[in-house]
């Protein structure tokens, strides 16, 4: 009996875990273009513009595949 009451009691404490658990994001997400996304184009636009909601930091590679060199 007293491992039922352990079983069940993990599981509604996973389940309200679950049920508060806030939406993690580590992306940010598009906010507009030029050109218009879907627009279509006669010739090859000379600059295209991305906006994203927050801003966008370019880190260093991590990791190394050799290079040429290997």
Known sequence: MTLRR???ASMAGI???LAFA???SA???F???VPE???GLGTTPGVVV???YRPIS???PVGSNGGANG
């Open 31 to 33: 906010a507009s273009g």
């Open 6 to 8: 352990l079983a069940l």
């Open 58 to 60: 370019i880190l260093p």
């Open 50 to 52: 991305l906006r994203f």
């Open 37 to 39: 996304p879907g627009s």
């Open 22 to 24: 806030g939406v993690a």
């Open 27 to 29: 992306h940010s997400g």
């Open 15 to 17: 389940g309200i875990v």
